[in-house]
């Protein structure tokens, strides 16, 4: 059964830096691409992030791009995403989602499991 | 058109069929395929459907999604009280260059 389980969200000052993980098991994590997708409360889902198994190709969303990194650790099952300069419209839940593909940027891959989310809350 | 677009609330009776509409532009609907998501609330995003209409192992045939031009549906017939929840549909968009998600559409069972 796939598990992905995040972690690291908390409540931060606008301008601060935070740094998001996400665990996976259940599946051979370094054969797909992996996903960050938000989700503001009462409002919809959002990309944020892609990154390929190889983690050579990585894509965001123009409201991230420049402040957000994303990685991987193969070797530890884990996806990250490094968060700077947050503002208080980065206020959301952030899942993390398994691919179905090993390139984020395959047009016929879509996401097929969700974590819970982690919640990251940006205000003064 | 960089936006999927749907109606934000629908509703049904038990038993009835439902359908939700999603619509976009030649960037994601038109070109690529589209997959529908469950949220029941507090929980994470479930597949439904994808590739315009697969259903994964395991999600009910009461289920079907298609796709005419840049808009597509999903449809659910048979209306269950546990099928009250929010609905996304998503597409690859070429300009953003990563998935796109429609508004989303609050199913209400009456």
């Known amino acids: 059964e796939v598990q992905l389980v995040e972690s690291g969200g908390a409540l931060v000052q606008p301008g601060r830096s935070l740094r998001l993980s996400c665990v996976a098991s259940g599946f051979t994590f370094d054969d797909y691409a992996m996903h960050w997708v938000r989700q503001a409360a009462g409002k919809g889902l959002e990309w944020v992030s892609g990154i390929s198994w190889n983690s050579r190709s990585i894509g965001y969303a123009d409201s991230v791009k420049g402040r957000f990194t994303v990685s991987r650790d193969n070797a530890k099952n884990s996806l990250y995403l490094q968060m700077n300069s947050l503002r208080a419209e980065d206020t959301a839940l952030y899942y993390c989602?398994?691919?179905?593909?090993?390139?984020?940027?395959?047009?016929?891959?879509?996401?097929?499991?969700w974590g819970q989310g982690t919640l990251v809350t940006v205000s003064s | 058109q960089s936006v999927l677009t749907q109606p934000p609330s629908a509703s049904g009776t038990p038993g009835q069929r439902v359908t939700i509409s999603c619509s976009g532009g030649n960037s994601n609907i038109g070109s690529k395929a589209v997959n529908w998501y469950q949220q029941i609330p507090g929980t994470a995003p479930k597949l439904l459907i994808f590739g315009n209409n697969q259903r994964p192992s395991g999600v009910p045939g009461r289920f079907s999604g298609s796709k005419s031009g840049t808009s597509a549906s999903l449809a659910i017939s048979g209306l269950q009280p546990e099928d009250e929840a929010d609905y996304f549909c998503?597409?690859?968009?070429?300009?953003?260059?990563?998935?796109?998600f429609g508004g989303g559409t609050k199913l209400t069972v009456l």
């Open positions: 989602a398994k691919d179905v593909r090993g390139y984020y940027y395959d047009d016929s891959g879509y996401c097929d499991s």
């Open positions: 998503a597409s690859w968009n070429d300009s953003l260059n990563g998935p796109l």
